[in-house]
């Protein structure tokens, strides 16, 4: 029997978002002017212009908010003066990294937002094989500080994304066949813990922080460096390809194949089922491979396929990263959402691009843009590099792999409308997924991905429970609760 019930609708958690609105607005100034007192002059608060824009942007508007105020840290010390001014008033407030999340309210506010821009330095140890990176920091600005020493990290696959949110998410990368999740390289947490304690979180150091770290997002301070393990890079060879909609079999049938047959680590794909109102149905493909030429007949299908465009060579890394497709949807308001899945065959293929130019044709008269279904066949053995426990994925016993679900719109009215179509599509998806026989009953969802009330247990599974403890015993007074996002 087919389950028509998503183990993830949970409205419940709609109190999970930062819940500003009740605030009074006199405290929150209050806040912000107590916090200008108190920082040193390396750090600032802004009101308006430039700085204070740079903080509120996020690259969907939908997930913005006009903040009272933008707290802009220089130091470490400046973040635990205002950590606890903004607990002792008990004020809403943010943290953002890049700005790319697409929830509203889980890196926005309009309490004090603090923007974490500066914290940009990158100190690379050859002797250790580790990088120190700083968490206003976006990927691009990490591959490229990299780059010179031939060596590189497992971040975001497309430009433009935070290192903070990425990594406090789990991070899944064009290295992740290889190495695994981004949280299965961090060496060190430097954390402001909600008390005021600055410390480094380390498997040894404090292991349930370490843990809960992994995968918890802000749940337990304010993460100011990360540290990762590096791994050799050389050049490599990929980009995109776009194909007009009357060869959308052609790809399905060469994306299935890859999906099956692929055993090759260091190739990837990302398959973008798309349609765009007034174009219609396309697919951007992404190619990958780690090294200056693939062997030959992995990509060849999908090479031999005729296109619109192509971009396809060996490059950098930095390069191929910087081609794929990003700016043309930022700046449309937006949702994510996903299902989990354990592969890609054909027939599941072709419900996906059907389901995109369902949802075109339904939604683009209303003020609809943009709907893509990225499609990530990873190996099934991408949960198994980890050598210590981590709070997503609530479960690691089998390789799941995120199908992402985006919608892009114009008009604020539709928000509402817009996620409801977002949450029915993935429900269709995943029981046709169940149809087809993948055993994906409790497979944890990815929460870089999942929809703003998504419920906890569908992400972190058994690992809730800890994470609930963990939290009480570092944040009694429930701080960091007066942040957005998903909260234990």
């Not at 802009?72 to 606890?84: C, G, K, M, S, Y």
């Amino acid at each position: 029997m087919v389950n028509t019930q998503l183990p993830f609708a949970s409205l419940a958690a709609l109190a999970s978002i930062n819940a500003t609105a009740v605030t009074d607005p006199g405290l929150i100034n209050a806040t912000c002017k107590a916090i200008a007192d108190a920082i040193s002059p390396e750090s600032a608060v802004h009101y308006f212009g430039p700085q204070y824009d740079k903080q509120m942007y996020h690259w969907a508007p939908s997930s913005a908010e006009q903040a009272m105020c933008a707290f802009e840290p220089t130091t470490t010390h400046d973040i635990v003066v205002a950590l606890r001014i903004i607990g002792e008033n008990m004020c809403p407030f943010a943290i953002k990294g890049g700005g790319h999340t697409m929830n509203p309210g889980f890196s926005s506010t309009n309490g004090v937002q603090i923007g974490m821009s500066r914290f940009s330095d990158i100190q690379y140890s050859p002797e250790l094989q580790i990088v120190t990176v700083g968490a206003g920091l976006i990927w691009d600005e990490v591959y490229a500080a990299l780059e010179p020493h031939e060596v590189n990290v497992l971040g975001g696959r497309i430009p433009g994304i935070g290192v903070a949110g990425f990594t406090l998410g789990g991070g899944y990368s064009w290295l992740t066949n290889q190495h695994g999740l981004t949280i299965d390289t961090v060496q060190t947490y430097e954390l402001v813990l909600p008390n005021g304690a600055i410390v480094n979180v380390t498997e040894s150091s404090y292991p349930d922080l370490f843990f809960a770290l992994k995968g918890g997002f802000n749940n337990f301070g304010v993460v100011t460096k990360f540290t990762f393990k590096t791994f050799s890079q050389g050049q490599v060879w990929g980009g995109m390809i776009v194909y007009g909609g009357h060869v959308v079999d052609q790809v399905t049938t060469a994306t299935a194949s890859f999906s099956a047959q692929s055993t090759d680590p260091k190739a990837q794909i990302i398959t973008l089922y798309t349609y765009i109102s007034g174009l219609g149905p396309m697919i951007i493909q992404s190619l990958f491979y780690d090294g200056p030429n693939p062997p030959p007949g992995i990509f060849d299908q999908f090479l031999a396929i005729p296109h619109f465009m192509q971009d396809i060579g060996t490059r950098s890394f930095l390069s191929l990263v910087k081609s794929m497709p990003s700016d043309p949807t930022a700046n449309l308001r937006g949702i994510f959402h996903t299902i989990s899945v354990t592969g890609y065959s054909e027939e599941f293929l072709r419900a996906i691009a059907d389901e995109a130019i369902v949802q075109g044709e339904a939604f683009s008269p209303s003020s609809g843009v943009m709907f893509s279904y990225a499609v990530s066949p990873f190996l099934p053995t991408i949960f198994s590099h980890n050598t210590s426990p981590s709070a997503y994925p609530g479960s690691r016993d089998r390789g799941v792999f995120p199908l992402n679900l985006y919608i892009g719109w114009v008009s604020p009215s539709a928000d509402e409308l817009m996620h409801n179509a977002t949450r029915t599509s993935a429900e269709k998806l995943y029981n046709h997924a169940i149809a087809l026989g993948q055993t994906i009953s409790g497979a944890p969802l990815y929460n870089n991905y999942a929809i703003f009330d998504t419920a906890l247990e569908s992400i972190y599974g058994d690992n809730l429970q800890r994470l609930k403890l963990i939290k009480q015993e570092v944040d009694p007074s429930n701080v960091m609760g007066l942040t957005g996002g998903f909260k234990f």
